[in-house]
């Protein structure tokens, strides 16, 4: 039997654990399934910074979450051991030790990993730690921007570029890769191109808002078909409105319900890994992005207990 969360009508919810979703702590259960683990690291920012602040800050806005997720009839803490498994503590000065300690600490959980960021660049040592546990990896990226930028003032590891690194390195399998959510400006044309070339095909806002959540999520299934699945959700592919508290915000983004319902249409996918970044928590209003990003994490545990009925 799992060891859920804490009665919220024996404990008010403004009480008990500061775990995420109320939840056991990793050192409280015998065995986790699935591990949510913060990363709060947020020195690869190339514009706002705060996302150090973001695991608090999603677990805070997390208190609300009740067992049963009807949208795709699963409990997924009773269906699965989810713990808590607290931050992985990596050094703000130096951005190549904070990637090493990241992967390294990553590798170690013998269990699904949903990741709260911290910002984007913690994608790169995060999809190496799965990709040595699994192979070639199917991308899914939610996000505004491409994030596969060569450089930043000459600096390689930031969070415009772990997704160039990481085609780079070879860990992700380039038949299968997507971003969603793409828009704004961009430095220049060639921006696509690079991004084509290495092999990512583009899902804009636009394109959810003209065809709908379920054509989209139907399409991206026959592109991952039964590859071994990471997902990556920068909150910013959300509309400033619906995410507000993060460090790079770009206007005409997916609706948070757009963002839940193309992550439900992905139920039964081989998921075995993700991360949810770039929550920003000063620039936050009323916990919206808090709750947003708690949220989509918890369709993320969702999707991996889903598969685990297979
Ligand atoms: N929010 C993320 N991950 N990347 C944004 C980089 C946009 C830029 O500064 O050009
Ligand atoms: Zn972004
Ligand atoms: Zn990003």
């Known amino acids: 039997m799992s060891q859920g969360p804490v009665d919220a009508s024996q404990v008010p919810r403004f009480a008990g654990p500061d775990t995420y979703a109320r939840l056991p702590r990793i050192d409280q259960v015998e065995r986790a399934d699935v591990a949510i683990v913060g990363v709060p690291f947020d020195s690869g920012v190339s514009y706002r910074p705060g996302a150090r602040f973001g695991p608090a800050a999603v677990r805070q806005g997390s208190k609300l979450i009740r067992p049963y997720n009807p949208a795709l009839d699963v409990s997924p803490f009773a269906d699965l051991q989810v713990a808590d498994a607290g931050d992985?503590?990596?050094?703000?000065?130096?951005?190549?030790?904070?990637?090493?300690?990241?992967?390294?600490?990553?590798?170690?959980?013998?269990?699904?990993?949903?990741?709260?960021?911290?910002?984007?660049?913690?994608?790169?040592?995060?999809?190496?730690?799965?990709?040595?546990?699994?192979?070639?990896?199917?991308?899914?990226?939610?996000?505004?921007?491409?994030?596969?930028?060569?450089?930043?003032?000459?600096?390689?590891?930031?969070?415009?570029?772990?997704?160039?690194?990481?085609?780079?390195?070879?860990?992700?399998?380039?038949?299968?890769?997507?971003?969603?959510?793409?828009?704004?400006?961009?430095?220049?044309?060639?921006?696509?191109?690079?991004?084509?070339?290495?092999?990512?095909?583009?899902v804009t806002s636009a394109d959810v808002m003209r065809r709908g959540p379920d054509e989209i999520a139907e399409a991206l299934r026959q592109r991952i078909g039964e590859r071994p699945l990471y997902i990556s959700v920068d909150i910013d592919a959300l509309d400033p409105a619906h995410a507000p508290g993060t460090g790079t915000p770009e206007a005409g983004g997916l609706t948070s319900r757009e963002l839940l319902e193309i992550l439900r249409g992905l139920a039964g996918c081989n998921l075995v890994g993700a991360d949810v970044v770039e929550v920003s928590p000063a620039y936050d209003h009323a916990e919206i992005t808090a709750v947003a990003a708690a949220h989509v994490a918890y369709d993320l545990i969702s999707l991996f207990a889903l598969r685990s009925r297979a």
Request: charged share 25%; with cysteine; aromatic share 8%.
């Open 88 to 202: 992985i503590v990596c050094n703000p000065f130096d951005i190549g030790a904070a990637i090493e300690t990241i992967e390294q600490a990553a590798g170690e959980f013998d269990a699904g990993l949903v990741t709260i960021g911290g910002d984007h660049t913690i994608a790169l040592p995060l999809l190496r730690a799965a990709h040595r546990a699994h192979g070639p990896l199917a991308l899914l990226h939610f996000d505004a921007h491409l994030d596969t930028w060569d450089t930043y003032f000459g600096a390689e590891y930031t969070h415009g570029t772990p997704f160039r690194r990481a085609v780079e390195e070879g860990i992700l399998d380039t038949e299968a890769l997507s971003h969603v959510g793409i828009r704004g400006p961009l430095y220049g044309k060639a921006d696509l191109k690079e991004d084509r070339r290495l092999g990512f095909g583009i």
